[in-house]
C-alpha cells in the first residue's frame, strides 16, 4: 500500500487547510487511517485517528473543535480538515494506515500503524 499526502501550505493564523491521503494498492475501507505530526525539533505526535469499524474518531486535545478527520472509501482517501490554525499547528503532518478496527487503545502509538504517507508541510504565521 502506497499513501500520498498532500494539501499543506502556508496559511495565517485563524486560516484553514484540508489534507488528504490518498491509498493505492489497496483498498483503503479495511484499514484506521491516523494523521500525525512532527515539529522542528520534536517527536512526531498523534494528531487525529478514524475507527475502521465502527467510525469512531479520536483527537489530540489541543485539535479538538478545530481539526476533523473524516473519509471517502469510494475515492480511498482519508482528509484532515484543519480550522482556526494556530502557530503551534505548524508541523510536517503525516498519514498512517492501520488494518485493524477497535482501536481505541493503540490510536495514539506510531510503532503499531502498518504503513506511512510522506509528510506534507503545514506552516501557519501569526
Known amino acids: 500500500v502506497q499513501l500520498q499526502a498532500s494539501g499543506g501550505g502556508l496559511v495565517q493564523a485563524g486560516g484553514s487547510l484540508r489534507l488528504s491521503c490518498v491509498a493505492s494498492g489497496r483498498t483503503l475501507a479495511i484499514y484506521s487511517v491516523s494523521w500525525f505530526r512532527q515539529a522542528p525539533g520534536k517527536e512526531r505526535d498523534f494528531v487525529a485517528g478514524i475507527d475502521q469499524s465502527d467510525g469512531n474518531t479520536y483527537y489530540t486535545n489541543s485539535v479538538k473543535g478545530r481539526f476533523a478527520i473524516s473519509r471517502d472509501n469510494a475515492k480511498n482517501t482519508a482528509y484532515l480538515e484543519m480550522n482556526n490554525l494556530k502557530p503551534q499547528d505548524t508541523a510536517v503532518y503525516s498519514c498512517?494506515?492501520?488494518?485493524?478496527?477497535?482501536?481505541?487503545?493503540?490510536?495514539?502509538?506510531?510503532?503499531?500503524?502498518?504503513?506511512w504517507g510522506q509528510g506534507t508541510l503545514v506552516t501557519v504565521s501569526s
Open positions: 498512517a494506515i492501520l488494518q485493524a478496527g477497535n482501536i481505541r487503545q493503540i490510536v495514539r502509538n506510531p510503532t503499531v500503524y502498518d504503513f
